[in-house]
């Protein structure tokens, strides 16, 4: 049976575990963007040719996947759609025939909640109410919190399991790189230079800690700030696309950072980069989001902290830099990182085919 994934962006990424799954099982993955005009028209905007042709492709290939669904044999198909997505309507009639699984990351589904998708005065929440029951046979969850609010508020979908995002195992270290890995008061933040990821915070942290260099991987209009600030204790590396050139930077820091501070229509639902830093030896020290939550569990809840405090917090963890204590903690976290392999959550996205082979 053919699985295919259908996401509102294309990002591989996130489906990892159940690639490697298909892989197991030689079955065919294939991947679709359903969202089409959007990119299209930012591609157009900035005038950038090449990625222009990269999205008319994408969005030639969903629509001759359209016209086939109906045809197709019965299929398993991944959804990964942002809650109250008014295009669900759009896409359902299309997928009637097939095993159809939502795949979601988002924490907070109340109906009175904000979300990254207009309600239209409730409307769009009805329409969910009454077709996801209808329409998926699973939903697959990012984390505990989406599986609890979606439980919580619609109990009568269909049943909830947490499946996170995963790291390639080539990527761990090994326990013997972890324990001989040296300490260093090197501090990195890995994402997008964005306000709500809590940049202004680290510029805070790097002013009142001149003896931590702190090292910043990604892009956006943070930059500026970061370089403007003019602190020599900083260093900004911009997008870095190379996987090995992206370890050679982490492995000289011993503390990953991540100050996400939740928006009216953002949260950080799922820490991919800490739990990456992490599986490199690092400590991470995070706000209590919903993501980094997810990521540290509970053996490491203390290293979540309310956004509000993350400075002061952040301050008496350096100043209380004990070696021995750091030691306990990495272990604790390279261990946690471990559990979030590939392999480990194939083996979780293995329900998906049991599930489906039932009801075949």
């Not at 030639?60 to 942002?82: C, D, E, H, Q, Y």
């Not at 739990?275 to 569990?297: C, F, K, N, Q, W």
Request: aromatic share 10%; charged share 20%.
């Amino acid at each position: 049976m053919q699985i295919i994934a259908i996401q509102d962006r294309q990002i591989k990424n996130h489906l990892a575990g159940l690639e490697r799954l298909a892989e197991r099982r030689k079955k065919n993955l294939e991947y679709h963007q359903f969202s089409i005009l959007r990119p299209i028209l930012a591609s157009l905007v900035k005038f950038d040719v090449q990625r222009i042709s990269s999205e008319m492709k994408l969005a030639a290939r969903f629509l001759w996947l359209l016209l086939r669904l109906p045809l197709m044999k019965r299929s398993i198909i991944i959804l990964g759609i942002a809650p109250y997505d008014i295009r669900i309507v759009l896409l359902c009639p299309f997928l009637a025939r097939h095993h159809v699984y939502m795949h979601n990351s988002w924490p907070t589904w109340s109906p009175l909640a904000t979300s990254p998708k207009p309600k239209y005065f409730g409307l769009t929440c009805k329409i969910w109410r009454h077709l996801v029951p209808s329409m998926a046979k699973g939903i697959f969850c990012v984390s505990q919190a989406t599986a609890d609010s979606i439980r919580y508020h619609y109990p009568n979908w269909p049943e909830c399991t947490i499946v996170g995002h995963s790291i390639d195992e080539s990527w761990i270290i090994t326990h013997d790189e972890l324990m001989t890995k040296g300490w260093s008061r090197n501090v990195v933040y890995v994402g997008r230079m964005v306000a709500e990821k809590g940049i202004e915070d680290l510029i805070k942290l790097a002013t009142k800690l001149p003896d931590f260099q702190f090292h910043f991987v990604g892009s956006g209009p943070m930059v500026d700030t970061v370089l403007n600030a003019e602190l020599p204790n900083t260093r900004c590396y911009g997008h870095v696309s190379s996987r090995s050139e992206m370890a050679r930077i982490i492995d000289t820091c011993s503390i990953i950072a991540q100050p996400s501070k939740s928006t009216s229509s953002w949260t950080e639902a799922f820490g991919i980069g800490v739990l990456e830093g992490m599986a490199r030896g690092l400590v991470p020290i995070t706000t209590d989001s919903y993501g980094s939550l997810a990521v540290l569990g509970p053996g490491l809840r203390n290293l979540a902290v309310p956004q509000d405090d993350y400075v002061s917090q952040f301050l008496s963890f350096a100043r209380s830099f004990d070696t021995s204590r750091n030691m306990a903690l990495r272990v604790k976290s390279w261990e946690r990182a471990a559990s979030f392999s590939t392999d480990a959550i194939a083996t979780i996205w293995e329900s998906l085919l049991v599930r489906t082979e039932a009801l075949a």
